[in-house]
């Protein structure tokens, strides 16, 4: 995949930490997340269930709800607006038209009640000045675009009358009917055979060059990171720990979780026939450890790691690692940042 020409920042995520208030304690579901999205780029989010790859969508959109906040950091949009802390009317005006989002389970997702026209009627009606019987014609040509069969009947059925293929095109529909210059999309083939699977991504990538619109991909599926993505931020309890371009990451993989979920990967040269795991699970947000918190599950961890938190890395222009392993070669210390 080609280095992509970065004109234009579309998104800047810093020191991003939202928190869930519960009974038990403050669960820190994303703890100082890190990132910037650019235009026509396909960014991966990948990493275990409970990374906080999805809550960190969600605050993107304003869709954290009690108990949990956005306690710190900011979320800039393109035109130098901090998405934090903005009204909820002026989040409605960005979500649906700016920023748009393919949530992970279409059948529950999509209204039982109301016909599929309607549903995708309805953002345009709220975004732009149009009559009904102009929306209901965008309606139509967004199922003609993202490859549905007979668009003006579907327009007219609900969703149960739908596979669930079917079902997530009309996610997608919905999702790009305002044109907007940000797609995020969260575990966009789960519960899709595989057959499906690769539609609807072969049909995410057309429909990027086609409008032109940069995707924020979600998954913990690295075949599918290899194929759909320019640039992958791997994140672990909360944190982006590593972000590189795509052949950059699978050619050389630094943090040692990153490396850990490229050796799970199956392969036709897989000894025995089993896959490496690594040993161990996700910590709970609740009780974050002190340091480092891959260090329980680490082969490399040191004493230093148990005890703070791990510097962010340069390891080149656009490879950055969050690890004590590569101290000594951190590029930032070198230009003196």
């Keep these: 995949m080609a280095e992509l020409v970065r004109n234009k920042k579309l998104l800047d995520v810093r020191d991003l930490k939202v928190y869930f208030y519960t009974e038990k304690g403050v669960s820190k579901a994303v703890d100082g997340n890190n990132f910037r ?31 949990g906040k956005i306690v710190d950091g900011s979320i800039v949009e393109y035109e130098g607006k901090n998405m934090v802390g903005m009204s909820d009317e002026e989040i409605r005006d960005i979500r649906g038209n700016e920023i748009s989002m393919i949530f992970q389970e279409p059948m529950t997702s999509l209204n039982p009640v109301f016909k599929i026209g309607d549903q995708i009627m309805e953002a345009v009606l ?31 059925d609900y969703p149960h009358q739908l596979s ?35 539609q609807i991504l072969s049909l ?43 052949k950059e990451l699978f050619a050389n993989p630094k943090h040692p979780y990153t490396k850990g979920l490229m050796a799970s990967m199956p392969s036709l040269n897989t000894e025995g026939g089993r896959l490496a795991t690594i040993e161990g699970s996700v910590p709970n947000s609740l009780y974050l450890p002190k340091g480092c918190y891959f260090a329980d ?8 790691c148990r005890e703070s938190q791990p510097p962010t890395c340069k390891i080149k222009s656009r490879h950055h690692v969050s690890c004590f392993l590569y101290e000594d070669v951190d590029l930032n210390k070198k230009e003196g940042k």
């Excluded at 791997?234 to 590189?244: C, D, I, L, P, R």
């Design 37 to 67: 999205m650019y235009e026509n780029e396909t960014l991966a989010i990948v990493g275990e269930s409970g990374c906080g790859k999805s809550v960190t969508a969600m605050s993107i959109l304003g869709l954290v709800d009690e108990p």
């Design 126 to 156: 709220l975004h732009e000045d149009v009559t009904k019987e102009e929306a209901k014609a965008r309606a139509v040509e967004m199922l003609t675009l993202v490859g549905i069969a007979r668009p003006e009947k579907v327009v007219t």
């Design 164 to 198: 669930g293929g079917m079902r997530q095109r009309v996610m997608i529909a919905m999702a790009l009917a305002c044109n907007p210059k940000l797609l995020i999309a969260d575990e966009p083939t789960t519960a899709l055979d595989v057959t499906i699977q690769a």
């Design 204 to 246: 995410m990538n057309d429909l990027k060059k086609k409008l032109g619109t940069s995707i924020m991909l979600i998954t913990h599926d690295l075949g599918v990171v290899a194929q759909m993505a320019d640039n992958v931020n791997v994140m672990y309890a909360g944190k982006v720990v590593e972000t590189a371009p795509v």
């Design 297 to 304: 599950r680490c082969p490399n961890v040191m004493d230093k």
